[in-house]
């Protein structure tokens, strides 16, 4: 079964700075693969793993995602191969460029069997681009997958919704978004580590998709901003239990809270 | 000169570091060093995920790997998990040895059963009489057709109760000078005549010691490693690597627990302000900061030159004296900024002064680091004025 799994560089939340005026500094950020799109990454790999076939990584964006330890990374974790597709148009694409030019290399890698999304991207998500996906393929897209397996040319996949599970047979090609339950992802060794970087990668541009003028952002980001912390006030309230939650309704009746 | 870790030990490093906080988190060294049982299951972890296989030729299963990203590893063992960084470069000089001088039979045995898991093959060379006076060993080995017989005692054997095999030391009396006499052997530790006597320890409770009595104990003639009567030299081969080994774990857990004495300076309230504000307390922790730069500027120093093939007999005694003190001072240092908190068994800190205290005196004294540095100085210096 050959399995296309996409994904998504992001910023390591931890590195992202706060500015004085609530703007947001990526300078310093440590990019690497999103962490949703890593058990996508691991789902694609034990499916094919499991019914013999390849997997193909895909991601889009701009010169950044061409980064070649993070390439490695990527391979290391077990895709037999990679493509990106790198322009800086695609810098801060929305959801809908993303899918937009995802569906149109997917069509230009040509013959697959199923084509993975992790649950939402690790900076924004948003959780719309392998629906959309499906969508623009015209195929048959289900979000939430927590389980997959191969049955009969076909897969039975599990969607864990909010008070059930749903079971349903799935024909294919399809698209599925995964959710972090779904495998915890492999550490790759040094042989795997090693292997990555004679893995084939190719590199195309917005320009070798035939875009036809669609690949455009529809979304205007004005600003970002982290909202105001608060300083913590840190009061200890000593005495005994009663005591204290007296004391702690006091304080939650002086602050408007009770 | 390139400071930069490589991409692929960058990755490496990423990724065993994941691997530590998921198959050996301090909970369980904690747990276990309590319990003073031997990780199991983190080492076999480690074995999952190749780490054991590094420097391992591809035909047992291993991965070539570079005397640097081995150092890089031993100090992120260090770190998260001292006992595994202290297992593992154990098992660098015994394991190497059976690289180098293994025949295939015991290579196919013994370096396919590591990369799958098993314990480091045990070093046998202390006895009662012979420290840091190695040569002096008595243990013997009498032949009796296709057998060889020992007899003997080793002392302060780690590992050896827990490993499958004990690499054999061996002195044959008759031979004047020791260092010409001295023959390896591949024992296995559930051999008749193997008595094990486990040694107190202060600290390495996880990384149990033991006495090993030997009283006729029969193995085939084929369990010698090398040539006979060369043991030493084949021993000597690898005591540099196994030194660094023990050296980069112990920057790993002078890094830890700097990171436990700067995290606690923050968060620690007296006087009305956290106690990293008085100067006192950033004197100590600059200091520290200073060692563990210098050591480990030292490690890779080291590393770099044996990869490239440079004799390190000066450079590595250098290394071990300095950074067996260091390392020490620097959790010594910890426990003073942790105060009290830092004296309890609740916190980490005193396990790893327990431990790393012991590098003062494991793989080579600090004395004996002064013997083999000091006449390498002053042959270097009468070299140097022609």
């Known amino acids: ?258 | 000169m390139d400071f930069r870790m490589t991409e692929e030990q960058e990755l490496l490093i990423q990724s065993l570091e994941e691997l530590l906080e998921r198959e050996a988190p301090e909970s369980l060294m904690a747990e276990l060093d309590e319990k003073k049982e031997f990780p199991y299951q983190s080492w076999q972890a480690l074995a999952d995920h190749g780490i054991l296989g590094l420097g391992i030729p591809e035909e047992y299963g291993g991965t070539p790997a570079d005397i640097m990203t081995m150092t890089l590893v031993c100090e992120t063992l260090g770190k998260y998990a001292f006992p595994l960084g202290i297992v593992y470069s154990l098992g660098m000089i015994t394991i190497l040895d059976i690289v180098q001088f293994g025949s295939k039979e015991i290579k196919a045995e013994v370096l396919g059963g590591f990369v799958q898991g098993d314990p480091p093959v045990a070093l046998g060379i202390t006895e009662p009489q012979a420290g840091s006076d190695s040569a002096a060993l008595k243990t013997r080995a009498d032949f009796d057709g296709e057998d060889v017989i020992f007899n003997g005692q080793k002392m302060y054997c780690t590992l050896s109760k827990q490993a499958k095999y004990i690499l054999l030391m061996t002195r044959d009396s008759k031979i004047e000078n020791p260092y010409e006499g001295i023959s390896m052997w591949m024992v296995p530790t559930d051999s008749p005549g193997l008595r094990f006597n486990q040694v107190s320890k202060l600290g390495w409770w996880s990384v149990p010691t033991y006495e090993v009595y030997i009283e006729n104990t029969r193995v085939p003639k084929k369990s010698l490693v090398g040539e006979m009567n060369c043991g030493w030299p084949q021993l000597m081969a690898n005591f540099e690597i196994e030194r660094l080994a023990l050296c980069a774990a112990s920057v790993g857990a002078a890094e830890a627990a700097f990171e436990d004495a700067a995290a606690y300076a923050n968060q620690r309230v007296q006087f009305g302000k956290p106690i990293g504000s008085f100067q006192a307390v950033q004197h100590i922790l600059t200091d520290m900061a200073v060692k563990i730069e210098n050591m480990r500027n030292y490690i890779y120093k080291i590393a770099w030159m044996m990869d490239n093939d440079q004799p390190v007999r000066l450079e590595h005694a250098l290394c071990k004296l300095y950074v067996a003190r260091a390392a020490f001072e620097v959790c010594d240092d910890a426990m003073q900024i942790l105060g009290g908190l830092g004296y309890t068994t609740d916190h980490r800190v005193q396990r790893l002064w327990r431990d790393v205290r012991l590098m003062r005196i494991g793989g080579g004294t600090d004395e004996i680091m002064y013997n083999i540095a000091g006449p390498q100085i002053l042959k270097r210096a009468k070299k140097e004025r022609g």
Request: one cysteine or more; hydrophobic letters at 40%.
């Open chain 1, 1 to 258: 079964m050959n399995v296309i799994v996409c994904y998504k560089l992001a910023p390591d939340a931890g590195d992202i700075e706060v500015r004085n005026d609530g703007s947001i500094s990526l300078e310093r950020a440590e990019w690497g693969i999103g962490s949703f799109d890593l058990q996508a990454i691991e789902a694609g790999v034990r499916l094919a793993e499991a019914t013999g076939g390849k997997v193909t990584a895909l991601s889009v964006g701009p010169q950044k995602i061409n980064n070649s330890k993070l390439k490695k990374d990527l391979l290391s974790r077990g895709p037999d191969e990679l493509t990106l597709v790198v322009d800086e148009a695609l810098n801060n694409a929305d959801t809908a460029l993303t899918a937009v030019v995802l569906a149109q290399a997917i069509r230009k890698l040509g013959a697959f069997d199923v084509v993975l999304c992790g649950e939402g991207s690790a900076d924004l998500y948003f959780q719309q681009v392998g629906l959309q996906l499906g969508e623009r393929l015209g195929l048959p897209t289900l979000n939430a997958v927590s389980k997959i397996e191969e049955e009969d040319g076909a897969l039975i996949v599990e969607r864990s919704l909010e008070d059930e599970v749903e079971v349903l047979e799935v024909p294919l090609p399809a698209v599925l978004s995964v959710t972090t339950d779904i495998h915890s992802p492999r550490l790759p060794g040094m042989k795997e580590i090693l292997k990555a970087s004679k893995k084939p990668v190719s590199e195309w541009s917005l320009a070798d998709l035939d875009l036809d003028g669609a690949a455009k952002n529809r979304l205007e980001t004005i600003s970002t901003r982290a909202p105001k912390q608060a300083q913590r006030k840190q009061v200890l309230i000593p005495g005994s239990p009663e005591e204290a939650a007296q004391a702690l309704v006091g304080y939650l009746k002086k602050e408007g809270i009770l």
